[in-house]
């Protein structure tokens, strides 16, 4: 584990995170993004940005439950599709299921998939904008939620 301080504790797990779902899924470093997508329509965006277990705001807790979440682009379909499912073969690590060593990057405790209905979400079309010329280019999306459990 990484120590960092309580302030850098969310950004800390965001970039571990981050990281390890593009390595786990073949995603090159120039094809993920924190937080925006610049118009690229091959590529991930990674964002940790919702406290998830409200409890935890009620005392000083060593760590904190945040919502993440994954959001895929690809012009083609079956790519999403083939990253959906390398996404749960993967998932989810913790103490008990590490292969990778994930624990020992940062400061996440646990990464995992989360548990609803609609994760991932349906795959559906988006025209993201590629230049300031306000031109569309269509591609393929899909969201995949995580819980990140992190030491603050």
């Not at 379909?77 to 103490?95: G, S, V």
């Not at 209905?117 to 969201?143: C, H, R």
Request: charged letters at 25%; one cysteine or more.
């Amino acid at each position: 584990m990484k120590k960092c301080s309580y302030e850098e504790s969310l950004t800390l797990a965001e970039e571990v995170c981050a990281g390890y779902i593009a390595e786990k899924l073949g995603i090159p470093d120039h094809a993920l993004f924190l937080g925006m997508n610049p118009g690229n329509a091959e590529c991930a965006v990674f964002d940790i940005g919702q406290s998830y277990t409200g409890d935890l705001n009620t005392f000083q807790s060593p760590c904190a439950h945040f919502r993440a979440q994954l959001d895929l682009y690809s012009r083609d379909r079956a790519e999403l599709q083939r990253l959906i499912m390398r996404c749960r073969h993967f998932m989810p690590i913790d103490a008990d299921h590490d292969p990778d060593g994930l624990l020992e990057r940062g400061n996440v405790i646990q990464l995992r998939l989360s548990a609803e209905a609609a994760n991932p979400s349906a795959i559906k079309t988006v025209e993201l904008e590629i230049s300031t010329d306000q031109k569309k280019l269509a591609a393929w999306t899909v969201t995949v939620t995580f819980d990140v459990v992190f030491l603050t």
